[in-house]
């Protein structure tokens, strides 16, 4: 039988559009801490958000891959269908894509490159590497617990201290300040992910937190991580940026999803509440950016 030819449907499913927020979030909390140390330069600014969209789809394409291969996407599953496991795109389709993604990634990282420097090689490297080693290669990140700090550092740290390096030439206190509270839920963005397929996951031998340290560690997590996030605003505002506070305004919101989340059960519940999260990430990312703007 002839494998029918993907649909542009598909393909954007298999880049997992809601997760693009992760990528977003970063390069505009970066962007606006370079607004409030007196700089933004929009080329860098933009060719970061191109950059931060590019590896974050192309690491969706290897999860797609490489979960599929490893057998965790299996019908069992209580997520989103996934492409390749799903049979609606082939495994050499997909690494085609990814390769494609990850090259037009590094392709815009040349231009961040005459900008920044090697510092940029070092950022884009350790990138690409890291969104292939999450599921892929000899030793995956994600099979053995290290997501959650994967998604801290580099949707964190990385990403937001990186957008300020390429338009500052140097990396503000208050970008490393405020990477953590967007480093924080985007992992709890994994969290409920994880949460949901632990079962799954289990039976696949992908030892993520979840599967590791079970659902009240995975509950705990959550919560912590959205307490983390709304903490800080509150300790910049009290530390001279009042503005800052807007970051704490979607704390209420912030506990419903933490009520919400230990009531669900897997299936449409978390996957719901997986999109609310990654909602939430870009609310109050745009609540900080704000912040910064104004005050």
Known sequence: MTRS???????????????????????????????????????????????????????????????????????????????????????????????????????????????????????????????????????????????????????GQVAVCGTAYVQLGTVPALAWWLSVPVGAVATAILVVNNLRDRETDAGAGKRTLAVRLGRRFALAEYAGLLAIAHAVPVVLAVSGRPWCLLGAVTAPWALLLVRALIRAVPGPAMNRLLGATAQLLLVQSVALAIGLAVG
């Open 5 to 155: 030819r993907p649909t542009t449907r598909t393909w954007v499913a298999a880049a997992r559009p809601r997760t693009l927020t992760a990528a977003v979030a970063p390069v505009a909390i970066g962007t606006a801490c370079a607004h409030a140390a007196g700089g933004v330069a929009w080329g860098p600014a933009a060719a970061a958000l191109a950059g931060a969209a590019l590896i974050q789809i192309g690491t969706n394409f290897a999860n797609d891959v490489f979960d599929a291969e490893k057998g965790a996407d299996t019908a069992d599953r209580k997520g989103p269908v996934r492409a390749v496991a799903a049979g609606l795109i082939s495994a050499a389709a997909m690494r085609t894509a990814m390769v494609a993604a990850f090259a037009l990634a590094v392709a815009v990282g040349g231009y961040l490159v005459s900008v920044g420097g090697w510092p940029v090689v070092a950022i884009g490297v350790a990138s690409v590497a890291a969104g292939v080693a999450y599921t892929g290669g000899p030793w995956p990140l994600g099979y053995h617990g290290l997501g959650d700090v994967f998604v801290m550092i580099f949707f």
